[in-house]
């Protein structure tokens, strides 16, 4: 069997953690970015990024903008941050507004979208029940929390009242139960 691809994600969804930052802090706050990133900010639209550099390059823009975040935080805060830099590309714009009245649709077409913005990354998307939807993701180098807060993120967006309960299943698999109450 072979090793699993590096997981990836494109350098445009990378460039929207830095582009918010930068909006909120000028130059100053990507300057500081740089420093704190210690490699170059600037990626390719199309550049294939591994994961693990915009776990890094997100968590530090999180720290940038909000240094009172408690460390045990950190990785759903940052989850969060990641939905609302999505929210504000050029396929989250398109997209969002399709889904907002209908937040299953996107959790249920989770791995489609997720094709325009990963490599290597795989999610599955269970219905469990009316307002509770099992989301596995594959070959993940996410912490555990950080799509946690994500999908809270588009639930927010979607105005449900839910929350999401994250579990590791191991071998770079994790797991998301996403439930809302429902009329």
Do not use: C
Request: charged fraction near 25%; avoid cysteine; aromatic fraction near 12%.
């Amino acid at each position: 069997m072979e090793p699993e691809p590096t997981p990836t994600i494109r350098g445009l969804f990378v460039m929207s953690h830095i582009n918010a930052l930068e909006a909120e802090r000028g130059r100053d706050g990507v300057v500081e970015l740089m420093t704190r990133y210690g490699k170059p900010t600037r990626f390719g639209m199309f550049e294939n990024v591994p994961v693990r550099e915009e776990v890094a390059i997100i968590e530090h823009v999180l720290d940038i903008l909000d240094p009172s975040v408690p460390p045990e935080r950190r990785a759903f805060s940052a989850g969060k941050l990641h939905f609302e830099n999505f929210s504000k590309t050029e396929l989250g714009g398109l997209i969002l507004p399709l889904f907002r009245s209908n937040i299953r649709l996107f959790f249920m077409n989770a791995n489609h979208i997720a094709g325009y913005v990963f490599n290597g990354v795989r999610f599955i998307s269970e219905e469990r029940g009316k307002g509770n939807i099992r989301i596995i993701m594959e070959n993940n180098d996410y912490p555990l929390d950080h799509f946690a807060g994500f999908f809270q993120g588009v639930m927010d967006y979607g105005r449900l009242d839910g929350e999401v309960h994250a579990e590791d299943l191991g071998g770079k698999r994790y797991a998301y139960d996403l439930s809302w109450k429902t009329d």
